[in-house]
């Protein structure tokens, strides 16, 4: 008999019915909501005089549209102030825990609910938003709904949901100095193309994930859909646990303890099957950097970017409108490219360790001049942590504006926007055409190459800089 | 809650022969800020449609006269990105019915099919041609018959069967709304509550 993956133990656990010729009926865990996509799913409620089934099972924070700046201040736009206000009105007629601006566990919701607690292995957990794959780096089934989902979430607590085909991505060996997991997920989708895994859930496995750090497991994970995967998961293991037992609420929890006892049957049996398998080496993992308008136009920092009908299937007419956009042409190099922003944040690398990444590289240099950068941590625990730690004053310091959370420049539906045609190295998800504003041209890269960027003004191969890290 | 039903489409088309269209282009970010699911048809692909002064681009297809129809033909991997429900908001808003494609992102094709908007897979060398078709001569009808899972083109042997979920396919030709399919088992679900 064929084992199980872990992906199917935790499906299997969450099954309330199979319905014939249609989807699952699964049970969800954890809710999380914002205030962007979850405004409609409450009038849909409303509609139907119903009110929220478990509201414990929610817990909401508003992230996407709040301003980074004066945030003791009222929000001055009117239209996001107002929404931000329906999602504290909703959750506080519903019951729900509400992190509102402010409050000291306000944050990214996927920066936050991991940091506060609530994202535990072997949960479902799902959000109107399709980074929620984040939270696969704690052996969860995590996944991005749409708003009729978070309606039918906060109904029934239940999901219809197709059961999605597995992959299992191996990273053997180790990953080399100045590479981090932001360059490894670039690598990844780099090779799989932008839609290579649609249809299909990941686990990631091999040497090289498991040696990753929390912090890093999460940017891996939280990527996973711009490959097209559902999402993204990573067996839990002793870091896990580690991590996760320094948090307040969870240290002195009888049911903490208990998964701690259960969590070796939380991964997937030796013979369980995948239906693909992709093994990479990380020792060939390079600093990377986007040159395209979707994730998974990446390459070597100091690569040169690819001639039609060299990259693949996407080297068609799509492939030159996305190169004229960011004003590239084939054959072109990269490094030594003037930028004219830097932002370090986003759910991908707005952590702990991406801002003392960030802040050791720059560590005795100052930001080059012309350059704007936008240091925004991912959550109110991170921007005290690194307060603490120093690294908010020593940024300061270097040059640096170092901003209050939220997820700000990533999706610029706020006023961290950069300009029509100015170039932006991000350590975000999305290079989308005008993801970071009207015309903006986004490059994706880690956070070590982003600091490289930051001191010299140009796209610059952190392995040649003397960082220190 | 009942929605409007869905049995067989037929009507001129709008090809927009792109790979990789991601929600950020249906709908941008900034647009996102409404509480409400109407109005969004406005501002669909507005950055595409739109210059930076609000005039139309007059290249881009929803400006060009002879391309009308409830049919969107697209490139692969259509809807890619953000989970946000609003881009599927925002086709339905300006009047589509339905989105032909060689292949969809997930969270796209789980929206689309929550709000009666029916994406319909065919095969990439049958796309093309469709493409093709539209493209050289506007005003091309196209019919979808849900029902029989079959889209085709009057007049000329192009026709292809489509993937539907067999559940998903009675919801949309009856208007009904999965949500109420799950509020009818809650005692399903507190069993299940129980049980663990």
């Given at each position: 008999?064929?084992g199980k993956?872990?992906?199917?133990?935790?499906?299997?656990?969450?099954l309330?019915?199979?319905?014939?010729?249609?989807?699952d009926?699964?049970?969800?865990?954890?809710?999380?909501?914002?205030?962007?996509?979850?405004?409609?799913?409450?009038?849909?409620?409303?509609?139907?005089?119903?009110?929220?089934f478990?509201p414990?099972?929610?817990?909401?924070?508003?992230?996407?549209?709040i301003p980074t700046?004066?945030?003791h201040?009222?929000?001055?736009?009117?239209?996001?102030?107002?929404?931000?206000?329906?999602?504290?009105?909703?959750c506080h007629?519903?019951?729900?825990?509400?992190?509102g601006?402010?409050d000291?566990?306000?944050?990214?919701?996927?920066?936050?609910?991991?940091?506060?607690?609530?994202?535990?292995p072997?949960?479902?957990?799902?959000?109107?938003?399709?980074?929620?794959?984040?939270?696969?780096?704690?052996?969860?089934?995590?996944f991005?709904?749409?708003?009729?989902?978070?309606?039918?979430?906060?109904?029934?607590?239940?999901?219809?949901?197709?059961r999605?085909?597995?992959?299992?991505?191996?990273?053997?060996?180790?990953l080399?100095?100045?590479?981090?997991?932001?360059?490894?997920?670039?690598?990844?989708?780099?090779?799989?193309?932008?839609?290579?895994?649609?249809?299909f859930?990941?686990?990631?496995?091999?040497?090289?994930?498991?040696?990753?750090?929390?912090?890093?497991?999460?940017?891996?994970?939280n990527?996973s859909?711009?490959?097209?995967a559902?999402?993204?998961?990573?067996a839990p293991?002793?870091?896990?646990?580690?991590?996760?037992?320094?948090?307040?609420?969870?240290?002195?929890?009888?049911?903490?303890?208990?998964?701690?006892?259960?969590?070796?049957?939380?991964?997937?049996?030796?013979?369980?099957?995948?239906?693909?398998?992709?093994?990479?080496?990380?020792?060939?993992?390079?600093?990377?950097?986007t040159?395209?308008?979707?994730?998974?136009?990446?390459?070597?920092?100091?690569?040169?970017?690819?001639l039609?009908?060299?990259?693949g299937?996407?080297?068609?007419?799509?492939?030159?409108?996305?190169?004229?956009?960011?004003?590239?042409?084939?054959?072109?190099?990269?490094?030594?490219?003037?930028?004219?922003y830097i932002?370090l944040?986003?759910?991908?690398?707005?952590?702990?360790?991406?801002?003392?990444?960030?802040?050791a590289?720059v560590?005795g240099?100052?930001?080059?001049?012309?350059?704007?950068?936008?240091?925004v941590?991912g959550?109110?625990?991170?921007a005290?942590?690194?307060?603490?730690?120093?690294?908010?004053?020593?940024?300061r310091?270097?040059?640096?504006?170092?901003?209050?959370?939220?997820?700000?420049?990533?999706?610029?539906?706020?006023?961290?926007?950069?300009?029509?045609?100015?170039?932006?190295?991000?350590?975000?998800?999305?290079?989308?055409?005008?993801?970071?504003?009207?015309?903006?041209?986004?490059?994706?890269?880690?956070?070590?190459t982003?600091?490289?960027?930051?001191?010299?003004?140009?796209?610059?191969?952190?392995?040649?800089?003397?960082?220190?890290? | 809650?009942?929605?409007?039903?869905?049995?067989?489409?037929?009507?001129?088309?709008?090809?927009?022969?792109?790979?990789?269209i991601?929600?950020?282009?249906?709908?941008?970010?900034?647009?996102?800020?409404?509480?409400?699911?109407?109005?969004?048809?406005?501002?669909?692909?507005?950055?595409?449609?739109f210059?930076?002064?609000?005039?139309?681009?007059?290249?881009?297809?929803?400006?060009?006269?002879?391309?009308?129809?409830?049919i969107l033909?697209?490139?692969s991997?259509f809807?890619?990105?953000?989970?946000?429900?609003h881009?599927?908001w925002?086709?339905?808003?300006?009047?589509?019915?339905?989105?032909?494609?060689?292949?969809?992102?997930?969270?796209?094709?789980?929206n689309?099919?929550?709000?009666?908007?029916?994406?319909?897979?065919?095969?990439?060398?049958?796309?093309?041609?469709?493409?093709?078709?539209?493209?050289?001569k506007?005003?091309?009808?196209?019919?979808?018959?849900?029902?029989?899972?079959?889209?085709?083109?009057?007049?000329?042997?192009?026709?292809?069967?489509?993937?539907v979920?067999?559940?998903?396919?009675?919801?949309?030709?009856?208007?009904?709304d999965?949500?109420?399919?799950?509020?009818?088992?809650?005692?399903?679900?507190?069993?299940y509550?129980?049980s663990?």
């Amino acid at each position: 008999m064929s084992g199980k993956t872990l992906f199917d133990k935790i499906w299997d656990a969450h099954l309330v019915r199979s319905v014939p010729d249609g989807p699952d009926v699964l049970f969800i865990d954890r809710h999380y909501i914002h205030e962007v996509t979850s405004p409609q799913a409450f009038s849909g409620l409303r509609q139907r005089g119903i009110s929220v089934f478990r509201p414990e099972r929610t817990v909401a924070t508003a992230d996407h549209n709040i301003p980074t700046v004066n945030q003791h201040l009222p929000i001055a736009d009117p239209v996001s102030r107002s929404q931000v206000e329906t999602l504290e009105d909703n959750c506080h007629t519903a019951g729900i825990t509400y992190f509102g601006m402010g409050d000291p566990r306000n944050g990214i919701v996927h920066v936050t609910c991991p940091e506060q607690g609530y994202t535990l292995p072997g949960m479902t957990i799902v959000c109107g938003d399709s980074h929620t794959s984040t939270h696969g780096a704690f052996g969860t089934i995590a996944f991005g709904i749409g708003t009729s989902e978070v309606e039918m979430v906060l109904a029934t607590q239940c999901l219809l949901q197709t059961r999605p085909l597995k992959m299992r991505i191996n990273v053997e060996g180790a990953l080399r100095e100045g590479v981090t997991s932001k360059d490894l997920i670039l690598y990844i989708i780099a090779s799989l193309t932008t839609g290579g895994a649609t249809g299909f859930f990941v686990e990631y496995a091999g040497k090289a994930i498991r040696s990753l750090s929390m912090e890093s497991r999460m940017t891996v994970c939280n990527m996973s859909i711009e490959m097209g995967a559902r999402g993204g998961l990573i067996a839990p293991d002793e870091i896990t646990f580690s991590w996760l037992s320094q948090i307040p609420a969870l240290s002195d929890n009888p049911a903490f303890e208990r998964l701690v006892d259960n969590w070796p049957s939380l991964r997937s049996d030796t013979n369980a099957p995948f239906d693909s398998e992709v093994t990479f080496d990380a020792q060939l993992v390079p600093p990377m950097i986007t040159y395209g308008t979707n994730p998974g136009m990446g390459m070597a920092v100091d690569g040169i970017i690819p001639l039609p009908g060299e990259a693949g299937p996407s080297a068609n007419g799509s492939y030159l409108k996305s190169l004229e956009y960011m004003g590239f042409k084939p054959g072109m190099k990269l490094l030594g490219h003037p930028v004219d922003y830097i932002f370090l944040g986003s759910c991908t690398n707005g952590r702990i360790e991406d801002l003392r990444l960030f802040a050791a590289a720059v560590a005795g240099r100052k930001k080059a001049a012309g350059v704007t950068a936008l240091i925004v941590p991912g959550s109110q625990q991170v921007a005290r942590q690194a307060e603490r730690e120093g690294l908010t004053h020593a940024l300061r310091l270097a040059g640096f504006e170092v901003r209050q959370p939220g997820c700000s420049s990533c999706l610029a539906m706020n006023d961290d926007k950069i300009p029509a045609g100015k170039y932006a190295v991000s350590t975000s998800n999305r290079n989308f055409e005008g993801r970071q504003g009207p015309g903006a041209r986004t490059l994706l890269a880690g956070p070590l190459t982003a600091a490289a960027a930051a001191v010299t003004g140009r796209i610059t191969d952190p392995r040649e800089m003397n960082l220190r890290w | 809650m009942k929605r409007e039903k869905f049995t067989i489409l037929e009507s001129t088309c709008v090809p927009l022969p792109l790979e990789n269209i991601d929600t950020d282009q249906i709908i941008p970010a900034r647009f996102l800020s409404s509480t409400e699911r109407e109005g969004f048809g406005e501002n669909l692909f507005r950055d595409w449609r739109f210059d930076g002064n609000g005039n139309p681009v007059p290249g881009f297809v929803l400006n060009r006269p002879e391309y009308r129809g409830e049919i969107l033909i697209t490139g692969s991997n259509f809807g890619c990105g953000s989970s946000r429900e609003h881009a599927v908001w925002a086709i339905a808003d300006y009047g589509f019915r339905a989105v032909v494609s060689d292949s969809f992102a997930d969270i796209f094709m789980n929206n689309a099919l929550n709000n009666g908007l029916l994406p319909v897979v065919i095969h990439s060398g049958l796309l093309t041609q469709l493409t093709a078709l539209v493209t050289e001569k506007p005003g091309t009808r196209i019919r979808i018959d849900l029902d029989d899972q079959l889209l085709s083109v009057p007049g000329t042997g192009l026709r292809s069967g489509f993937p539907v979920n067999g559940f998903r396919k009675e919801c949309l030709m009856k208007g009904l709304d999965s949500i109420d399919y799950l509020l009818a088992m809650k005692e399903e679900i507190e069993a299940y509550e129980r049980s663990r």
